[in-house]
């Protein structure tokens, strides 16, 4: 079905107002925590997606923020090793010298129901005699109103200390509409990025 003015406008407006389709709605970090990039040794990246190709996908947005230091778990955990065994992921990162796990997981898909109303549209009659100079006529068509659903994807990103042992920074994140996992994840790492560098969580 084609996509009318009203939603098109509905969409323009979400634009305006941010300058992406993500936004964050809500952070914790650990009080007087922060970490420097340069100091970092290994960071293991894991997205929590079932669709195997979004997930690859997921986890290259992100690592590209992490200077080189970022490992995607898709290569780095095989099809043999248990992703689900916590214990198992967590010994074998400590072993192998990660300092830490940025993991991002989709808690929810909100579905929204909206009513696009019907449409007139006018356009000009052809102007092939002085009658059509001299008075313009419009003709008029009508569009049915219509049913659409909106979907806004509500994600969590941690980012969780082995020295620690504990999460020192996680943030909530919702995004209308996105066109497709590439693009949404790109969106939310560098709202995330932001976020963290203005609550002065990373330096540089």
């Not at 939603?7 to 389709?21: A, E, I």
């Amino acid at each position: 079905m084609k996509k009318s003015f009203f939603y098109n406008c509905l969409l323009l407006t979400v634009l305006l107002t941010s300058c992406t389709s993500t936004k964050i709605v809500s952070s914790w970090r650990q009080s007087n925590k922060h970490i420097h990039i340069n100091e970092l040794n290994k960071v293991l990246v894991i997205a929590l997606i079932e669709n195997e190709t979004n997930r690859y996908k997921a986890e290259h947005q992100i690592v590209k923020y992490l200077d080189g230091k970022g490992f995607v778990s898709h290569e780095y955990l095989d099809d043999k090793f248990n992703r689900k065994n916590e214990t198992e992921v967590m010994d074998k990162i400590r072993e192998d010298g990660f300092d830490g796990v940025v993991l991002m997981r989709l808690i929810d898909v909100d579905k929204e129901r909206i009513y696009i109303p019907n449409e007139t549209n006018y356009y000009p009659a052809d102007f092939q005699n002085f009658g059509g100079y001299y008075k313009v006529h419009q003709y008029r068509y009508q569009t049915s109103g219509y049913y659409l659903t909106t979907k806004t994807y509500i994600l969590e990103t941690i980012v969780f200390s082995l020295k620690d042992n504990k999460i020192i920074w996680s943030g909530i994140t919702e995004t209308f509409e996105p066109e497709g996992i590439k693009k949404m994840t790109s969106e939310i790492s560098k709202v995330i990025y932001k976020r963290m560098v203005e609550e002065k969580f990373i330096r540089k």
